[in-house]
């Protein structure tokens, strides 16, 4: 059984800085597409880090310069360093497993996901 677990999320001020984790279990990550996504209340859920089976990174437009996805095969952890954070950015941020090309725009930010995690929740405020 696949289980995503993320960790590292909170509250911090805008400029701040977190790093998230996610830790699979019963998958491994290599050669796999990966993603971080977030979703804010009452908007949809949007992709903003991705890591293809290329190690390609593709990320959100407006975090492009800020985010930072990675990946440690050997640990089975996927990270998403988050530098300069605004109050855009607050919202629950999942991590994504296995995705997979479904006819639309060729980016794994745009790929559907078999599994997912629970998400954890990012909040940026004064």
């Known amino acids: 059984q696949v289980q995503l677990m993320e960790s590292g999320g909170g509250s911090v001020e805008p400029g701040g800085s977190l790093t998230l984790s996610c830790v699979a279990s019963g998958y491994t990550f290599s050669s796999h597409n990966m993603a971080w996504f977030r979703q804010a209340p009452e908007k949809k859920r949007e992709g903003v880090a991705a890591i293809d089976t290329d190690g390609k990174e593709s990320y959100l437009y407006s975090v492009k310069d800020r985010f930072k996805v990675s990946q440690d095969i050997a640990k089975n952890t996927l990270y998403l360093q988050m530098n300069s954070l605004n109050p855009e950015d607050t919202g629950m941020y999942y991590c994504?497993?296995?995705?997979?090309?479904?006819?639309?725009?060729?980016?794994?930010?745009?790929?559907?996901?078999?599994?997912w995690g629970q998400g954890t929740q990012v909040t940026v405020s004064s």
């Open positions: 994504a497993a296995d995705g997979y090309y479904n006819g639309g725009y060729p980016s794994a930010l745009k790929y559907d996901y078999n599994y």
